[in-house]
């Protein structure tokens, strides 16, 4: 099974600007998670989808915002950017069956710099 | 989810059993215990996971202790390529996929 695939893989933006980041989970995965993870917080989650509704929601400016696919892709935006957004940006995709334990399946993730 | 604690940074020699503590006295009757890794500049990766037996997978062990208090994560020969931070992390396994991340433990394995 092909893994997860995360676009682009390094990007540059500028203060003010708006990004879009892709994210295509492995096949059959039907939940798609986002983390974003800097130096000094480390890894934080972001949000998560499921059959394209979000179903869990975590500590972040109204900026950051995602959507999900009825294919299970998801994207994730965030716009006004500033600098303390330069992170990497993780996806994780998982079966989404809730019974005994998850596992997450992370990609590459993309590194956003924002100058 | 319950709070973990990790020690920052261990050191193992190639070839040998890292054992790698975490402490989680505050775990509920429903959390599980999981593992995940990082290797530098790579997503985390899945190890192992577990609610109150031992486990075992073709990557490591996973040892808690009866009263679910603390757990060892076990890779049976390091490599090299074991070099990473390493996250212990308590949570309920129905509540939506959201991993909360501490700070983990670095391990060094050496030649």
């Known amino acids: 099974k092909a893994g997860v695939t995360q676009t682009p893989r390094y990007l540059i933006k500028t203060r003010g600007q708006q990004v879009t980041l892709s994210c295509s989970p492995i096949?059959?995965?039907?939940?798609v998670s986002w983390y974003q993870q800097t130096p000094g917080q480390g890894l934080q989650f972001l949000f998560e989808?499921?059959?394209?509704?979000?179903?869990n929601k975590g500590n972040f400016p109204g900026r950051f915002s995602g959507r999900q696919f009825s294919n299970s892709r998801s994207e994730m935006n965030v716009s006004t950017l500033e600098l303390g957004d330069s992170a990497l940006y993780l996806c994780?995709?998982?079966?989404?069956?809730?019974?005994?334990?998850?596992?997450?399946?992370f990609g590459p993730g993309t590194r956003l710099t924002v100058t | 989810d319950a709070k973990t604690t990790q020690p920052t940074s261990m050191d193992c020699a190639e070839g040998r059993a890292a054992n790698l503590p975490c402490n989680h006295s505050?775990?509920?009757?429903?959390?599980?215990v999981y593992w995940y890794r990082q290797i530098h500049s790579q997503g985390p990766q899945y190890i192992i996971h577990?609610?109150?037996n031992n486990e075992t997978n073709e990557m490591a062990s996973l040892i808690i202790t009866e009263d679910r208090k603390s757990s060892t994560l076990i890779l049976p020969h390091a490599t090299l390529r074991d070099t990473a931070v390493y996250y212990c992390?308590?949570?309920?396994?129905?509540?939506?996929?959201?991993?909360?991340f501490g700070k983990g433990t670095t391990l060094s394995v050496s030649s």
């Open positions: 096949s059959g995965h039907r939940s």
């Open positions: 505050t775990i509920s009757g429903n959390e599980y």
């Open positions: 989808y499921f059959s394209e509704t979000q179903r």
């Open positions: 992390i308590v949570r309920v396994a129905q509540a939506g996929t959201a991993l909360i």
């Open positions: 994780a995709s998982s079966p989404g069956q809730g019974s005994l334990g998850y596992e997450q399946y």
């Open positions: 577990g609610l109150k």
